[in-house]
């Protein structure tokens, strides 16, 4: 019984790491089959499940986000969380949306970046649009299309 049960453990544990390592071969595939706009190939895996989805392109990196701020030029950013489920919900309908009002919706990716961020953001999903290196006004949580193009509309559409 001893000698059956070691093979059956072993079996297992030889599983597990053929099983790991399938995983990492496909997720190096896939960073470098894609377009990766985040610089690091040392990603959490709810983002490199995300980098082949054009929803979630255009994105922008800490040190861009400081750059665009304070040089004054008009900048708005989505900042999300792949893990957040509001964000997923979101997203779907927010990037059509700017795209169909013309506006370059920057997105930062917080479960990435979140510790470098520029910006003070308590939760997820949220927009923010900057102006003369200022925040003028933003948009927190899951709403309606509608509140949405309400914000483009008072705000970066003006």
Do not use: H
Not at 41 to 60: A, F, H, M, R, S
Not at 110 to 122: A, M, N, Q, R
């Amino acid at each position: 019984m001893g000698k059956k049960m070691i093979i059956f453990i072993g079996a297992i544990i030889v599983l597990f790491i053929a099983l790991f390592f399938v995983i990492d071969y496909k997720n190096n595939q896939k960073l470098e089959g894609s377009n990766n706009p985040y610089g690091t190939t040392d990603l959490k895996q709810e983002t490199i499940d995300q980098l082949d989805d054009p929803n979630y392109g255009n994105q922008i990196l800490p040190d861009e986000l400081n750059e665009k701020i304070e040089s004054g030029e008009p900048v708005t950013v989505y900042f999300y969380s792949p893990t957040c489920v509001y964000c997923q919900q979101t997203t779907p309908y927010l990037v059509p949306l700017a795209e169909e009002n013309n506006i370059d919706m920057k997105k930062f990716n917080l479960w990435e970046f979140g510790d470098k961020s520029p910006v003070v953001i308590e939760s997820t999903p949220t927009m923010v649009y900057f102006e003369g290196g200022q925040e003028v006004a933003r948009i927190v949580g899951q709403q309606p299309e509608s509140e949405f193009q309400a914000f483009f509309d008072e705000f970066v559409l003006k």
